[in-house]
């Protein structure tokens, strides 16, 4: 087992699992920078090999729902909104994903206005959002990956994943095994997103963010440690649940 002082080398190791997810996005972001011509829009067809690479690749990425490149306005030409994004389905099929994107529409699919895509415009250089229910794309349990993309100081849109919270769960939990502390992974919106005890449900919301406590604490943590993967998402241990806090600890 790692030694129960281990917060950091837990997070360390977590991202270390969860890297080649973003290693898959920034594939995603340069072929859009390779295809795209140097004094033109783009164009539909500029974009049917990635789309052949991203039907290929989803049948192997069992952790992704769907994946793909979401524009900025008119990045492609004549289109205020555009994706190329293959998504899987429950009967493991795969095929791209074709969203309503009239302005008009009672049921229009508004990426722009989207946390995953608004943070990535303003600059974060890896958003993880979520997990959510995806009733608008995939209908299921998501967490959304993306990476802005960038040319010349242009933002061009993201590259994007909707990643299976499931899998990623069961990835974070074969690492959080490795201590016998009670330990879990917190997101930005204090939502846990992995633990390897019950004291704490996958989605649920934490009162605060997780911060170090010097007193025996079982509503408080003994060790927090950012996850070097960029993400913001936190490797916290608790103090057992037998611990108890000092008198003079507020309630």
């Given amino acids: 087992m790692i030694p129960t002082t281990s917060a950091a080398v837990l997070a360390e190791e977590a991202s270390r699992q969860l890297e080649p997810l973003y290693g898959m996005l920034r594939e995603i972001a340069d072929e859009v920078l390779r295809i795209r011509p140097p004094r033109a829009a783009l164009t539909e067809a500029h974009f049917s090999g990635l789309h052949r690479r991203l039907a290929d690749r989803l049948h192997d990425e069992h952790a992704v729902w769907g994946m793909g490149f979401i524009a900025a306005p008119f990045v492609v030409e004549d289109q205020e909104r555009y994706l ?41 250089a890896r958003v993880a959002y979520g997990p959510y229910v995806d009733y608008s794309g995939s209908d299921m349990y998501t967490i959304t990956a993306t990476i802005p993309v960038v040319a010349d100081g242009a933002f061009l849109g993201v590259a994007g994943a909707d990643l299976v919270v499931g899998e990623i769960e069961r990835t974070l939990l074969e690492v959080l095994r490795q201590t016998d502390d009670d330990a879990v992974v917190v997101n930005t919106e204090r939502r846990v997103i992995a633990a390897n005890t019950a004291r704490w449900v996958v989605g ?20 927090v440690a950012e996850m070097p993967l960029g993400t913001g998402w936190v490797v916290a241990i608790g103090w057992p649940e037998s611990a108890q806090a000092s008198p003079d600890s507020p309630a």
Avoid: C, E
């Avoid at 911060?211 to 408080?220: F, I, N």
């Fill in 204 to 223: 649920s919301r934490l009162a605060a963010v997780p911060a170090v406590s010097a007193q025996p604490d079982p509503h408080a943590f003994r060790q």
């Fill in 84 to 124: 190329a994004w293959w998504q899987r389905n429950n009967n493991d099929r795969v095929a791209r994903l074709r969203l309503n994107f009239d302005p008009t529409s009672i049921d229009v699919y508004d990426y722009l206005q989207m946390d995953w895509y608004q943070l990535a415009k303003r600059g974060q």
